[in-house]
């Protein structure tokens, strides 16, 4: 019982930041409950580290990537590009926005969908002067797409990078088990979410109030750059496949090597990157581990591993539905990332490929039933607040119930058919 208070103890600070505290630091303090309290050992501490640093690492140099791209206008370029094609027709702006956050999730992970996208697309909804009714589809719509679009590759999303890490999957052995899983995702989020949203989607637009979109990126040589250095960070991580060389060399490392050209051309200043730059994400994984062992030492994965192992006796699509489900619950009651970690240390007995990527759906998709699920989503909606834009719990809550459980349930029949 006592590493199940410290857990949930940890995930209260987590959601709530008591005393401001952050995220990162929140988690180190239930760590360190766990190693005073006993429910984990120091031998389970430095286990958690050798699995963790690896994502902690890569997963901060992809958010630094991201941020770089912020500063000399990649995102805002793109997203004035979506609204200058429309041609004012709202239904087509619906479109396009969903496909560039569903891009930019998939490419550049989801935090930097909802850190850098969801003010880009709140400020295009005030300056084309929308309703309230359809600026909150737009909003709704590409807030969901920014978790369910973080499927087809492993630096997509956190869980993506732990898991990975946890099982040894490769590169582009993940990119080639989940590609058709995400692309059921990513065209379920837009048709569905636009049969849910259509009857909002009937306003005119004024595109002449926009910013012509070549003003947006200064230097169009290094916006062209960037697409060659992002193809070329793509073939390094299939080259540290083969050469087994850690995911974080060439996430944090491809960054830091970007930030420095861009600094070097004059488009950034780092230390602008630097302050911009969430550092709490390194001891957070580390520490929210640590936290989980202690209810792996009490032997609660193991009913999650007896559960998973009864579903696998009902046929692999049992299995597969079993796992996606019980993480999506799992997500939505604790958090994603705890969740991906318990269902990581409970599918290592089960044996089953499929059953893992179904677990990080459910971790991704199915995250979505509720606010607290996803920390992407509290800094979506903590960022929306911040700009005077507060979206309440009961309209979300509406609106994910409607879209979650058939997006879920498409994409776990993806993984079920092609993985």
Request: net charge positive; aromatic share 14%; charged share 10%.
């Amino acid at each position: 019982m006592l590493s199940i208070a410290i857990f949930l103890l940890t995930i209260f600070a987590v959601i709530f930041r008591p005393f401001n505290l952050g995220i990162g630091t929140c988690a180190i303090i239930g760590a360190v409950l766990s190693l005073v309290c006993g429910t984990v050992s120091f031998g389970d501490t430095l286990e958690a580290f050798s699995i963790v640093w690896d994502a902690s690492l890569a997963f901060l140099g992809i958010i630094i990537f991201s941020l770089v791209l912020d500063e000399i206008g990649f995102f805002e370029h793109a997203a004035l590009r979506a609204a200058l094609a429309c041609g004012g027709d709202l239904k087509k702006l619906f479109f396009a926005l969903m496909t560039l956050c569903g891009v930019v999730s998939a490419l550049f992970a989801n935090d930097a969908a909802v850190l850098i996208l969801a003010p880009i697309i709140l400020a295009q909804t005030r300056a084309l002067n929308l309703p309230p009714r359809s600026a909150l589809a737009l909003l709704l719509a590409t807030g969901f797409m920014s978790d369910s679009a973080s499927l087809p590759f492993v630096f997509s999303n956190l869980t993506n990078i732990i898991s990975a890490g946890f099982f040894g999957i490769s590169f582009w052995g993940y990119f080639s088990s989940m590609w058709a899983a995400f692309l059921l995702s990513f065209v379920a989020s837009i048709l569905i979410s636009y049969i849910i949203l259509r009857k909002d989607l009937s306003a005119k637009l004024d595109i002449s109030v926009l910013r012509s979109e070549f003003k947006v990126v200064a230097n169009k040589q290094l916006f062209i750059f960037t697409w060659i250095f992002f193809a070329l960070l793509l073939v390094g991580y299939g080259l540290g496949d083969v050469y087994a060389l850690p995911f974080c060399v060439f996430a944090l490392g491809g960054a830091v090597v970007f930030m420095g050209i861009c600094a070097r051309l004059g488009a950034i200043r780092a230390r602008v990157i630097f302050t911009r730059t969430p550092w709490q994400i390194l001891w957070f994984s580390l520490g929210l581990y640590i936290v989980v062992w202690g209810l792996k030492n009490a032997q609660y994965s193991e009913l999650l591993s007896s559960f998973l192992l009864l579903a696998k006796e009902s046929g692999e699509l049992a299995l597969v539905l079993a796992s996606g489900l019980a993480s999506s619950v799992l997500s939505s009651l604790m958090n994603n990332l705890p969740a991906m970690m318990l269902m990581d240390i409970s599918l290592e007995s089960v044996g089953s490929n499929k059953a893992i990527y179904a677990a990080i759906i459910g971790c991704n998709v199915g995250v979505k039933f509720t606010h607290f699920g996803s920390l992407a989503t509290l800094l979506w909606l903590y960022l929306l607040k911040s700009k005077n834009c507060e979206i309440s719990i009961k309209t979300y809550l509406i609106f994910s119930f409607k879209i979650t459980l058939p997006v879920l349930f498409i994409t776990l029949f993806g993984v079920y058919l092609w993985a």
